[in-house]
């Protein structure tokens, strides 16, 4: 019983960068873990990033390493994804996710998703 809100995509030119934002609410005390995932079209959702619900510990694919950096705000049940160095192939929908397991990267391990945010890096 989580409800979940993204914001924050957009158009961005190739090198730029775009910070997604990920507001929790219900029943948080439940959450473990909160990630992003991404699906472009006619592609599997994919695992991005994950932060555990203490902020101790992040967890981020091969493909956006050192580009893409997840933090918490002061307000715990809020997360961002702040996207550097953006690239064509990062164009999806960026979902937010929240899990009860400790930082899965695994999509079945997720219980609640906001509503997706399209993020497109033009050439």
């Known amino acids: 019983q989580v409800q979940l809100v993204e914001s924050g995509g957009g158009l961005v030119q190739a090198g730029g960068s775009l910070r997604l934002s990920c507001a929790a609410s219900?029943?948080?005390?439940?959450?473990?873990?909160m990630g992003w995932f991404r699906q472009a079209p006619g592609k599997e959702r994919d695992f991005v990033a994950a932060i555990s619900w203490s902020g101790g510990s992040t967890r981020y694919a091969d493909a956006v390493k050192g580009r893409f950096t997840m933090s918490r705000a002061n307000a715990k049940s809020t997360v961002y994804l702040q996207m550097n160095s953006l690239k064509p192939e990062d164009t999806a929908v960026y979902y937010c996710?929240?899990?009860?397991?400790?930082?899965?990267?695994?999509?079945?391990?997720?219980?609640?998703w906001g509503q997706g945010t399209q993020v497109t890096v033009s050439s």
């Open positions: 996710a929240v899990s009860s397991y400790r930082m899965s990267a695994n999509p079945r391990d997720f219980g609640s």
């Open positions: 219900g029943r948080t005390d439940s959450i473990y873990t």
